[in-house]
């Protein structure tokens, strides 16, 4: 069950790694992108849940149900400042911005979840977060502080208080945790929306089909297996696997859209796969 449960954390890492190579194809504001990809993604799931039977069982599990609704608030804000750092920054100093998150929450998993500090997963996301220095680095360097980068900033608080919360709502998982989650993320998003512009978005016809696709499959799928698993690994282990996600990103800009990698940003992509693959063998092997 663990190991099905590993797979389906790096299928979600790397489905969301081609959301920018989808998003690319889409003429919308940052803000628009997230309030259709949620808004279908939901949708989705929703059917899906229910034509394969599943019936909600949250009412009698209040406290866990505020814990999940704080991690689907905490995502739709961790997405609306990651695509707005897109969008004022460029992709690389938003990543490298937003993948501080996962430093956040493998030191807040001793302290709220008891897991014990694993030495060779301390060192493995070190490598990890110094392999994203080298691949995003030079471009920090070009743009300074600026409010991209804080909406970078942002985006990675609010993802470890997503990830923090929703492993804190034990007693909710599987589809059910990945449809509220997921509900509640979009209802966070269209509330911005409706204040800023009204329920409406009009979409391009050439954006038409990338956003069904980035909602079906990159968000409504992805979100499942995400979710689904998350709650059954190590907080430490979601935070190393997590670099799966921006390294499968730089790989696929280089494959499909013909981005060429410098041997520095090879060096750092080594070094993320690298570090996720021995942190999570040594840290599994001997516990240290």
């Known amino acids: 069950m663990m190991n099905l449960n590993y797979g389906r954390f790096i299928s979600a890492c790397l489905l969301f790694g081609s959301n920018g190579i989808v998003a690319s194809h889409i003429d919308l504001g940052s803000h628009e992108i997230v309030y259709l990809r949620t808004f279908i993604g939901s949708l989705f799931l929703i059917a899906l849940f229910l034509l394969t039977g599943g019936r909600f069982s949250v009412r009698a599990k209040g406290r866990d149900l505020f814990f999940l609704v704080l991690s689907g608030v905490a995502m739709g804000a961790s997405w609306m400042f990651l695509y707005e750092a897109y969008r004022q920054t460029g992709v690389g100093i938003a990543t490298l911005a937003y993948y501080c998150g996962p430093v956040l929450v493998m ?122 698993s998350m709650q059954r690994l190590p907080a430490q282990s979601v935070a190393i696997i997590g670099y799966l996600e921006p390294l499968s990103a730089l790989v696929l800009a280089a494959l499909m859209l013909g981005e060429r990698l410098a041997a520095v940003q090879i060096t750092g992509a080594v070094l993320i796969l690298g570090g996720a693959a021995w942190g999570e063998y040594f840290g599994q092997k001997t516990g240290l």
């Not at 985006?155 to 470890?160: E, P, R």
């Not at 059910?176 to 269209?190: D, P, Y």
């Open 107 to 228: 030191a807040l998993a001793p302290v709220i979840f008891r897991e014990k500090l694993a030495f060779a997963r301390v060192l493995a996301l070190i490598a990890a977060m110094f392999g994203m220095v080298l691949v995003n680095g030079g471009d920090v360097l070009r743009g300074g502080f600026s409010w991209g980068l804080v909406c970078g900033l942002m985006s990675a608080v609010m993802l470890a208080a997503m990830v923090v919360f929703n492993k804190m709502a034990e007693s909710i998982t599987g589809f059910e945790n990945a449809v509220l989650q997921l509900t509640v993320s979009f209802l966070t998003v269209a509330a911005f929306v409706v204040f800023r512009q009204g329920i409406f978005v009009s979409v391009p016809p050439g954006s038409l089909l990338p956003v069904i696709v980035l909602g079906l499959v990159n968000t409504g799928l992805g979100c499942y297996l995400y979710f689904s």
